[in-house]
């Protein structure tokens, strides 16, 4: 199962509670570069990885294409179109 972080992984949007209950096995977090609100907070960041779910930022991994059939494809920008000095 899918998730977008509540409100970009903000320090009250995803308690433990809502994470057992949801169970998600990726969550994306919407979040800007240099964002000045400093989404996600890093103890929500933690609690994410802390349950075992993938986490992906489009601040770091750029944007997400996903793809819905018998399984869940997820891609990112930065993966598929990563710059040459990047030392694929």
């Known amino acids: 199962m899918l998730s977008l972080a509540p409100h970009h992984g903000s320090g009250t949007s995803s308690s433990a509670a809502f994470l057992q209950a949801v169970a998600p096995t990726v969550g994306i977090f919407q979040v800007g570069h240099r964002n ?15 349950m075992g779910i993938e986490r992906i930022r489009t601040d770091e991994r ?27």
């Open 62 to 88: 750029g944007a997400v294409t996903l793809a819905f059939g018998p399984g869940l494809d997820v891609a990112t920008y930065r993966a598929t179109h990563a710059r040459y000095w990047y030392g694929r």
């Open 36 to 50: 000045r609100y400093r989404h996600p907070q890093k103890l929500v960041y933690a609690r994410y990885g802390a």
